[in-house]
């Protein structure tokens, strides 16, 4: 816990011998312990108003910046903050209308539809395996497998292009169909651990002893009561495959099979000319529902983390 | 005299009798996971290193064994050094400040305030955006005509004129590592919020009846029990942040003059952008001895954690 959560001052919970002196020095710690106690909540209310500026700053500006003339934005003596010019609609019409974002968003979408579907088909039995079903080695394995997480695209990206190449799948969304559960199996395997093993053992003997087999206990029983952990494994996959830059930006080059990542600052910076209002509102209409869903589903990745760490 | 016991019921035959057994489930359950990395990690990796080895380029698919020509020449280029040495400081500065920030974050988001949601939605947009898109709007920031900081150096009279934020080799850098910082923090954070909430309640409420205070609380309970925590977070956000190019390919291309080029970027600036393959690969190649000892201390740190 933080300092701003003082407990009773240490004189109310000691057995004191009762009398004047001592009622007047509790009081005095008392005081005290209230002072403390709205200093540090003042304290927390800065930091926590500092943290969220410096997190958010480029996203103010850049919600600023989107809806700007360009006699206003483009005049370096304007207050950059505050609308010099009245504020206008015409470059998120442009982005809509004139650029690719709304292609790059459908494909995102479908690539990221897709790669969830891969990531559970593959992650579900897979957790499940390491989970409940006694193999041998079962830690070691669910270590490895997360640590394939840890080999970055960066390292693959080179030798993929060609496997990429071979299979004719150069320039098509589907090469990122094919590659992205590279990633998002690891995780997924690792944080569905953590769900199965939250559900209750008697659950599923229960299941079998009423004529159940193993594989329809799973199917029928065990997968729906983790089905918070389906939703976590989805909104990773579809965000991943909204993140990921390394990949798309190699194997990809048309603009119709363009992901968000790549298709907006590739697409939206021709050259030397910026659209940069456009871009702005581009990176605000994606960042916003992303971080909405993420924050729906934070607590559910903290306990996620801690079963899947801590008692894994 | 024989008392043993019937033999009990005898399992199902068919389908259900495969379908119960566990020795035969398990493996079978496993198998997609793990044919899957191998075909398109494992073999990629092998790949990769194969490729270091042979003068495979895009024009010229070809695999041809060439020793170590490409480590020679990559060892004569000085940005390769230039690179490796940027990689390692970018990792390492940004780590530091990973810790310090994404601790002091965990603490902030664990207490209870007012309009906390806004506070935790905020918090979490570097993380939970694009990397690219956040990267946009950073470009956007740090301009080097109209950067609104630029405004205010000048409108408070700091500055007389802008400070061509990506434009001076260590400015361009410090910009670059304080993106990537401003990134990982909230992710760490988050991993961090969860060791914080995994400490008993009673080793709390102890320190509360023995009149702790918050300094005290910090360094003598909630540190050491958070620290392996601590540990795979921080080495989380190192290993995404030195395997990282989009930051550096967004904010700079590398430059000016390659006073920022990491690694990932000059691999894909040689692999992709020039066409030549096999040195791309053998650029890259050199993340994995750090890969590979970020892996070990997260795994030590995990191992510690298991023992509370």
């Keep these: 816990m933080t300092g701003t959560r003082v407990g009773p001052p240490p004189a109310l919970a000691a057995p004191g011998q009762p009398g004047l002196a001592d009622s007047a020095h509790v009081e005095r710690l008392r005081r005290r312990a209230t002072k403390r106690h709205r200093f540090g909540r003042g304290g927390l209310y800065l930091l926590a108003l500092a943290a969220a500026f410096v997190a958010a700053l480029p996203f103010i500006w850049g919600t600023i910046t989107a809806f700007k003339r360009d006699a206003d934005l483009y005049n370096s003596e304007n207050n950059p903050f505050v609308f010099n010019l009245d504020p206008t609609g015409e470059h998120v019409s442009f982005l809509f209308d004139e650029t690719g974002f709304l292609t790059f968003a459908a494909n995102t979408l479908w690539v990221g539809l897709l790669v969830s579907a891969i990531t559970l088909a593959v992650g579900l039995p897979a957790a499940y395996s390491l989970a409940r079903l006694n193999m041998p080695w079962a830690g070691p394995l669910g270590i490895a497998i997360f640590f394939v997480y840890l080999v970055p695209p960066t390292l693959l990206f080179i030798s993929l292009t060609r496997v990429v190449a071979i299979l004719g799948l150069q320039d098509s969304t589907w090469s990122l169909v094919l590659i992205y559960p590279t990633i998002t199996i690891p995780v997924s395997v690792w944080l569905l651990i953590g769900f199965f093993k939250a559900v209750p053992r008697d659950l599923e003997e229960q299941a079998m002893v009423d004529g159940y087999s193993r594989l329809a206990a799973f199917g029928r029983i065990v997968v729906p009561l983790a089905l918070p952990g389906v939703v976590a494994v989805l909104v990773f996959a579809f965000t991943l495959t909204a993140h990921e830059f390394i990949y798309a930006l190699a194997f990809i080059s048309p603009t119709d099979a363009k992901t968000i990542s790549i298709g907006v600052p590739t697409e939206l910076i021709r050259g030397d000319v910026f659209f940069w209002q456009s871009l702005q509102a581009a990176a605000i209409l994606v960042a916003v529902p992303i971080a909405f869903v993420f924050n729906l589903l934070l607590e559910r990745f903290i306990t996620g983390f801690t079963m899947g760490a801590v008692k894994g | ?308």
Excluded: C
Excluded at chain 2, 271 to 291: E, N
């Design chain 2, 1 to 308: 005299m024989n008392t043993v016991a019937e033999p009990r019921a005898t399992p199902p035959q068919g389908r259900a009798k495969l379908a119960d057994r566990e020795g035969v489930l398990a493996p079978l359950f496993l198998l997609p996971a793990v044919l899957y990395i191998i075909a398109l990690v494992g073999i990629p990796l092998l790949l990769a290193l194969a490729f270091a080895f042979s003068d495979v380029t895009v024009g010229d698919p070809s695999f041809d064994w060439v020793g170590f020509r490409n480590f020679d020449a990559i060892f004569d280029d000085p940005v390769f050094w230039r690179s490796l040495r940027n990689t390692v400081v970018f990792t390492v500065i940004s780590m530091a400040l990973t810790i310090v920030l994404a601790k002091a974050l965990a603490m902030i988001l664990i207490a209870d305030f007012r309009f906390k949601w806004v506070v935790r939605f905020l918090v979490l947009l570097p993380w939970t955006t694009p990397i690219a898109l956040a990267a946009v709007a950073w470009l956007w920031m740090l301009d080097s005509v109209y950067s609104p900081i630029d405004w205010v150096l000048r409108s408070i009279g700091l500055s007389e004129s802008n400070v061509y934020w990506l434009g001076k080799d260590t400015l361009a850098m410090a910009s670059v590592i304080a993106v990537h910082t401003w990134r990982i923090v909230p992710l760490a954070a988050v991993i961090i919020l969860a060791g914080l909430i995994s400490i008993p309640n009673d080793i709390k409420d102890a320190a509360d009846i023995d009149g702790a205070g918050f300094w005290r609380k910090l360094f003598e309970i909630t540190l050491p029990l958070t620290l392996p925590v601590i540990a795979v977070a921080t080495l989380f956000g190192a290993v995404l942040t030195f395997t990282d190019m989009s930051v550096v390919y967004i904010l700079t291309r590398g430059g000016p003059e390659n006073a920022t080029q990491v690694l990932p970027s000059y691999a894909f600036l040689k692999g992709i952008g020039s066409g030549d393959l096999a040195q791309g690969a053998a650029i890259a190649l050199f993340l994995f001895p750090l890969l590979l000892a970020a892996a070990v201390a997260i795994l030590r740190s995990v191992k510690k954690m298991e023992t509370f």
